[in-house]
């Protein structure tokens, strides 16, 4: 068990993570969504150790985290920048990790170069974002780190690679369970492979579930105006759009089969909201409010 | 094959159940393993366990330890019975209010059924 308690990260004045509280049983894939500045970065510095939160403690399996050797070596994080003197070659890079990590599988980190199509030979400093990344995932995967952070490290990378990476991190983590916290703003491409999902915006956890337990969580309600803003009286209202005498109102509600039907002979159509539309919703600045007539 | 329009695990449980009822899945017959189920549709194992856990519950499936899950003898049987208790309530009864909709005639509809006899 990961243990985060008031977790707080500042930056001179500005508080980037804002007493998280999380409680993340081990050998699960996370997501972590958030927007721009949501603190994603900040929170998952300090859970590496990379960064002393200005108050809070995390503890990884009952022991402190911060600073502690043993699992230093159990964590793995990776984050856009490749932590590496840029004048290092790509394989110099592997051999460190496989230096550094007792878990390190060479043979693996082998194989990933060559689909990622990596020139082991080559310079940090003279690869592509898009490889510089793929390096990143390769260090991360290969590294089976017990706790594997993965920081937005699909940056620069096209569909096709980006597709080889989450086919590799699946079939990597069910042949070796482990946990792996990825952070992503490509929500819709990913989230099939997330157990569980943290949203955090303004530094706090907005949201922290099972990933399909937010599937069928909200629905969009589609019809005349009038026959809709009477089926959504009460209910939790995330966002509206209308056009002539017809609207269209997502809820934070997950309507039974009875409902549908009946709002279905009112004239009324219902829509899914997937798990991209619901975070863009919950995190959106508009407030929330529930509606009323 | 999964939409957002509910939890992958009861979509998983469904698309089990049709297999079962169509019979390209047989009474006693071995089903994918969690893992494999996962590797193939690109879904996190713990979402098809528990796809699977919800079958083994409502009887469809059962477990040998140690070896696998299996399709339970009686259950082709009992999915098509209760299919067919909710046929007229999901199927039928919403035909009527379409057909009512658009104007179609009762009789009209007993027409069009005959020559499907």
Request: glycine share 10%.
């Given at each position: 068990m990961i243990e985060?308690?008031?977790?707080?990260?500042?930056?001179?004045?500005?508080?980037?993570?804002?007493?998280?509280?999380?409680?993340?049983?081990?050998?699960?894939?996370?997501?972590?969504?958030?927007?721009?500045?949501?603190?994603?970065?900040?929170?998952?510095?300090?859970?590496?150790?990379?960064?002393?939160?200005?108050?809070?403690?995390?503890?990884?399996?009952?022991?402190?985290?911060?600073?502690?050797?043993?699992?230093?070596?159990?964590?793995?994080?990776?984050?856009?920048?490749?932590?590496?003197?840029?004048?290092?070659?790509?394989?110099?890079?592997?051999?460190?990790?496989?230096?550094?990590?007792?878990?390190?599988?060479?043979?693996?980190?082998?194989?990933?170069?060559?689909?990622?199509?990596?020139?082991?030979?080559?310079?940090?400093?003279?690869?592509?974002?898009?490889?510089?990344?793929?390096?990143?995932?390769?260090?991360?995967?290969?590294?089976?780190?017990?706790?594997?952070?993965?920081?937005?490290?699909?940056?620069?990378?096209?569909?096709?690679?980006?597709?080889?990476?989450?086919?590799?991190?699946?079939?990597?983590?069910?042949?070796?369970?482990?946990?792996?916290?990825?952070?992503?703003?490509?929500?819709?491409?990913?989230?099939?492979?997330?157990?569980?999902?943290?949203?955090?915006?303004?530094?706090?956890?907005?949201?922290?579930?099972?990933?399909?337990?937010?599937?069928?969580?909200?629905?969009?309600?589609?019809?005349?105006?009038?026959?809709?803003?009477?089926?959504?009286?009460?209910?939790?209202?995330?966002?509206?759009?209308?056009?002539?005498g017809v609207s269209a109102v997502t809820l934070d509600w997950r309507p039974t089969p009875e409902e549908v039907a009946r709002g279905e002979s009112a004239g009324l159509t219902f829509g899914p909201v997937g798990l991209q539309d619901l975070f863009v919703h919950l995190t959106s600045s508009a407030p929330r409010w529930e509606a009323t007539r | 094959m999964f939409d957002d329009r509910s939890p992958i695990y009861l979509q998983i449980a469904d698309g089990i159940k049709n297999d079962v009822l169509s019979g390209s899945l047989k009474e006693d017959e071995q089903v994918m393993s969690t893992n494999q189920y996962a590797a193939f549709y690109r879904i996190n194992p713990a979402t098809a366990a528990k796809g699977f856990a919800q079958l083994v519950e409502e009887g469809v499936l059962y477990k040998k330890r140690g070896i696998g899950m299996f399709v339970s003898p009686d259950a082709r049987e009992k999915l098509r019975r209760e299919r067919r208790e909710r046929f007229f309530t999901e199927v039928v009864d919403p035909m009527l209010a379409e057909a009512k909709r658009v104007g179609i005639e009762i009789d009209e509809i007993v027409r069009h059924l005959g020559g499907a006899r």
């Open positions: 985060l308690r008031g977790v707080t990260v500042r930056y001179g004045s500005t508080v980037a993570v804002d007493g998280i509280d999380l409680d993340l049983p081990t050998g699960k894939i996370y997501g972590l969504l958030g927007r721009n500045g949501s603190g994603k970065t900040s929170l998952l510095s300090a859970l590496a150790s990379f960064r002393r939160p200005a108050a809070g403690t995390i503890r990884v399996d009952g022991a402190d985290a911060f600073e502690n050797p043993a699992v230093m070596r159990q964590t793995c994080f990776i984050r856009d920048t490749l932590d590496t003197n840029e004048s290092d070659k790509v394989r110099a890079l592997l051999t460190f990790a496989g230096w550094m990590r007792p878990t390190w599988d060479a043979d693996y980190a082998a194989k990933l170069l060559d689909l990622f199509e990596i020139d082991p030979r080559k310079r940090a400093s003279s690869l592509s974002r898009g490889q510089k990344s793929a390096v990143g995932i390769v260090l991360g995967l290969a590294s089976r780190a017990p706790l594997t952070i993965l920081d937005e490290t699909y940056l620069g990378m096209d569909a096709v690679a980006r597709a080889a990476f989450y086919r590799e991190l699946l079939d990597d983590y069910l042949a070796h369970p482990r946990t792996i916290i990825l952070s992503t703003h490509l929500i819709e491409e990913v989230a099939d492979l997330f157990e569980r999902v943290i949203i955090i915006d303004r530094g706090r956890v907005l949201l922290h579930e099972e990933t399909d337990e937010l599937r069928g969580r909200g629905v969009t309600v589609t019809g005349p105006a009038m026959a809709v803003g009477e089926f959504v009286v009460g209910r939790p209202v995330l966002g509206e759009q209308s056009l002539g | -």
